[in-house]
Every structure is written in structure tokens, then in C-alpha cells.
């Protein structure tokens, strides 16, 4: 087992690399504790739960919202939930958002931890303290920045999570090496049938350096000021094209990764090979690197994204692979190189 420690501004948070579900106990506190899971998880793990009081949710993204904040406050008053209850997520990076929001507002703050139980979770979501849920059909627009005590990531778990789920995590291990660790881009293009079919070392690898860089970035820039923006690789237009489309999160980003390495280009930042290189590993994940939804439609999604600011946008560019940077670009700049460059490339043979 790895551990790795995030130091928040109100709390510090272990992130525990591999270690196993069956040592769950020793990282909970005396007390009442709540568990938050959903209706998929349930059909697996239940006989986990059977010491916990449970509180189960529906699945998927369209339930990460208000409304299923407002059902969970009225089940823990029902359940005299005070801020000595610890609540424990469970379940992937929907449940984690989803717990760690209500942990941190119910009662104006309970301690919380997670166990992940997707990849996605296990290599991004579950660690850095954003806890958030979507308002209408706007991405994480509601949240707060609190870190769990623990967050337990323990690889067995990923054993039933179905295909897609699998290369959507891809998405954001890809996207951790594209902003700090060529090495590990290497890697992966070395590597993608043994990555994909989640063989162990293969994974404990990956994991270990998305949370390497994650957990590094967070504890110089844990509000998200300056350094973490950088986290935001490929998810200024991916959010907008996931609150527009029926594609999982890192299909989602993973356009908008390659939009963001093809804008880089535009800029002269990187070169047309590392590019293709980009876009070539994406896909090879079975990523998709493009879509057909209207760009007008995704671009108005994308100006009501948090991180505009006076007409602005801090958006993430490439200065190489492992090496982003933050550029401030005018929205009406953006929007003309956004376009200038999907319409060179329909023409490039």
C-alpha cells in the first residue's frame, strides 16, 4: 500500500494507494456511521454494509443534483444524524461528489471518507477535496472545497465496472500525463492492452502517479487560484460537450483534451506530430477524439462554465506533453480559434 497525504486549510486527507476493503474499520471513527452507495453498487457490495446504516441513491449523472441532496438531508434528520456522524461514500466519483457535498454542508459540516470504487474515482475524483453537484444540466455549478479524512482505493474493486467505465477513467489517467508526466504518456502508448484489461501492477502504476501529480498540485493550490488550474486540461469544453450528450466523463474530456492539444497547436505551443501523438493515444483507448454535436450548442454551455471570469477564461494549453500551461483567452478570441481550427482540420486530408 501507498499513502499519500493532502494538507487542506480546515483538514488532512489520506489517500491510501491498494489498500484492501477488508481494512475499512480501522479507518472509521467510534460513532454512528452513514453510508452513501447507489442502487448498482448495492447488487455487489451489499454484504459490506450490513454493520452500516445505508442510505441508497439512483445512479448516474442526471441524479447528481440538488434533489438528491434534498432526499439525503431528510433521510439523515430521520436517522438523527448530528456532526459527530461520520458519513462514508462509497461508490465512484458520482457518489463521492454526492457524499462529500452533503458531509460538508449538513449541518454546517461531518466528517466524511470515501471508498472509490471506479477508476475514474480512484485516479481524479475522489481526491482533492471538490465536492459538487450539477444545476441544471450545468456541471459541478454548486460545491465546496473540503478534503475527506481518508479515501481508500482498493484495485479489486474495479473488477466490476463495465468497459465503458473502465476507459473513462483512461480519460483522466491520460490527462494527468499530458500536464505533468511525458514519462508516463510513454507508458501508456507502451502499454495499452495490459492498461486496458487492468492488469494489476499495470494499474497500481497509473493510479499511483494520477494521485502522485493530483495530490502534489493540490497541496500548493487546494482552491483552485492558480497551479490547480491546470487540473482543468481538456474539461473546459469536455464539461460542456458532457452536459450536452449522453457520454460518460472521460469521453467527454477526452474531446476536449484533443481540441485543447489541436488549440495548442493553433497557438504554436506544441507541434502537429505531438498532436496526432495526442490524439492517436486517445483513441487507441477507445476515446473518442470528436464530436458531431453543433458547436454553437457546446460553446454556449462553455461561457456559463465557473471558471469564466469578465469575458475571459482560463484555458489549459499544452507547452509539450507533460508540460501545461495556463493562457487567459477573450471568450470572442476563443470562440473564433476554436472554429478557425475544427474547420482547418475538416479540410487537412
Same mark, same amino acid.
Given at each position: 500500500?501507498?499513502?499519500?497525504?493532502?494538507?487542506?486549510?480546515?483538514?488532512?486527507?489520506?489517500?491510501?494507494?491498494?489498500?484492501?476493503?477488508?481494512?475499512?474499520?480501522?479507518?472509521?471513527?467510534?460513532?454512528?456511521?452513514?453510508?452513501?452507495?447507489?442502487?448498482?453498487?448495492?447488487?455487489?457490495?451489499?454484504?459490506?454494509?450490513?454493520?452500516?446504516?445505508?442510505?441508497?441513491?439512483?445512479?448516474?449523472?442526471?441524479?447528481?443534483?440538488?434533489?438528491?441532496?434534498?432526499?439525503?438531508?431528510?433521510?439523515?434528520?430521520?436517522?438523527?444524524?448530528?456532526?459527530?456522524?461520520?458519513?462514508?461514500?462509497?461508490?465512484?466519483?458520482?457518489?463521492?461528489?454526492?457524499?462529500?457535498?452533503?458531509?460538508?454542508?449538513?449541518?454546517?459540516?461531518?466528517?466524511?471518507?470515501?471508498?472509490?470504487?471506479?477508476?475514474?474515482?480512484?485516479?481524479?475524483?475522489?481526491?482533492?477535496?471538490?465536492?459538487?453537484?450539477?444545476?441544471?444540466?450545468?456541471?459541478?455549478?454548486?460545491?465546496?472545497?473540503?478534503?475527506?479524512?481518508?479515501?481508500?482505493?482498493?484495485?479489486?474493486?474495479?473488477?466490476?465496472?463495465?468497459?465503458?467505465?473502465?476507459?473513462?477513467?483512461?480519460?483522466?489517467?491520460?490527462?494527468?500525463?499530458?500536464?505533468?508526466?511525458?514519462?508516463?504518456?510513454?507508458? @501508456?502508448? !507502451?502499454?495499452? #492492452?495490459?492498461?486496458?484489461?487492468? %492488469?494489476? =501492477?499495470? *494499474? +497500481? $502504476? /497509473?493510479?499511483?502517479?494520477?494521485?502522485?501529480?493530483?495530490?502534489?498540485?493540490?497541496?500548493?493550490?487546494?482552491?483552485?487560484?492558480?497551479?490547480?488550474?491546470?487540473?482543468?486540461?481538456?474539461?473546459?469544453?469536455?464539461?460542456?460537450?458532457?452536459?450536452?450528450?449522453?457520454?460518460?466523463?472521460?469521453?467527454?474530456?477526452?474531446?476536449?483534451?484533443?481540441?485543447?492539444?489541436? @488549440?495548442? !497547436?493553433?497557438? #504554436?505551443?506544441?507541434?502537429?506530430? %505531438?498532436? =496526432?501523438? *495526442? +490524439? $492517436? /493515444?486517445?483513441?487507441?483507448?477507445?476515446?473518442?477524439?470528436?464530436?458531431?454535436?453543433?458547436?454553437?450548442?457546446?460553446?454556449?454551455?462553455?461561457?456559463?462554465?465557473?471558471?469564466?471570469?469578465?469575458?475571459?477564461?482560463?484555458?489549459?494549453?499544452?507547452?509539450?506533453?507533460?508540460?501545461?500551461?495556463?493562457?487567459?483567452?477573450?471568450?470572442?478570441?476563443?470562440?473564433?480559434? @476554436?472554429?478557425?481550427?475544427?474547420?482547418?482540420?475538416?479540410?487537412?486530408?
Amino acid at each position: 500500500m501507498q499513502k499519500f497525504i493532502i494538507e487542506g486549510k480546515n483538514n488532512q486527507s489520506q489517500i491510501l494507494i491498494g489498500e484492501k476493503i477488508g481494512n475499512l474499520n480501522k479507518y472509521l471513527p467510534a460513532g454512528k456511521v452513514i453510508v452513501i452507495t447507489d442502487a448498482n453498487l448495492m447488487k455487489h457490495y451489499s454484504s459490506l454494509f450490513t454493520d452500516f446504516i445505508t442510505i441508497v441513491i439512483r445512479p448516474g449523472e442526471i441524479n447528481k443534483n440538488l434533489s438528491t441532496i434534498e432526499s439525503i438531508y431528510e433521510k439523515l434528520m430521520k436517522l438523527d444524524a448530528d456532526r459527530s456522524t461520520f458519513i462514508l461514500g462509497f461508490g465512484g466519483g458520482i457518489v463521492c461528489d454526492i457524499s462529500g457535498y452533503v458531509a460538508s454542508t449538513y449541518m454546517r459540516g461531518m466528517n466524511f471518507g470515501f471508498v472509490s470504487t471506479s477508476l475514474l474515482s480512484q485516479v481524479d475524483a475522489s481526491t482533492g477535496g471538490k465536492n459538487g453537484v450539477n444545476f441544471r444540466n450545468y456541471k459541478n455549478m454548486i460545491g465546496t472545497f473540503n478534503q475527506p479524512q481518508f479515501v481508500i482505493c482498493d484495485h479489486s474493486l474495479l473488477n466490476t465496472l463495465p468497459e465503458k467505465e473502465i476507459r473513462s477513467g483512461f480519460g483522466e489517467i491520460i490527462k494527468h500525463c499530458l500536464i505533468a508526466d511525458e514519462e508516463m504518456f510513454s507508458f @501508456l502508448e !507502451n502499454n495499452i #492492452k495490459s492498461a486496458l484489461s487492468l %492488469k494489476p =501492477e499495470i *494499474i +497500481e $502504476k /497509473l493510479v499511483l502517479s494520477s494521485i502522485k501529480i493530483k495530490a502534489g498540485i493540490v497541496n500548493i493550490d487546494e482552491t483552485e487560484k492558480g497551479e490547480r488550474r491546470k487540473l482543468n486540461f481538456g474539461h473546459t469544453l469536455g464539461h460542456a460537450i458532457e452536459s450536452v450528450s449522453g457520454l460518460t466523463h472521460g469521453e467527454a474530456i477526452s474531446i476536449g483534451m484533443v481540441s485543447a492539444a489541436r @488549440l495548442s !497547436n493553433y497557438y #504554436k505551443l506544441i507541434s502537429e506530430e %505531438k498532436t =496526432e501523438r *495526442i +490524439e $492517436k /493515444l486517445i483513441t487507441a483507448y477507445g476515446l473518442p477524439a470528436s464530436t458531431n454535436i453543433n458547436f454553437n450548442i457546446i460553446f454556449d454551455r462553455l461561457i456559463k462554465d465557473k471558471k469564466c471570469d469578465n469575458n475571459s477564461i482560463h484555458f489549459i494549453l499544452l507547452d509539450d506533453i507533460g508540460k501545461a500551461t495556463i493562457k487567459i483567452i477573450k471568450l470572442e478570441e476563443l470562440k473564433i480559434a @476554436l472554429k478557425d481550427n475544427k474547420n482547418h482540420r475538416r479540410k487537412s486530408p
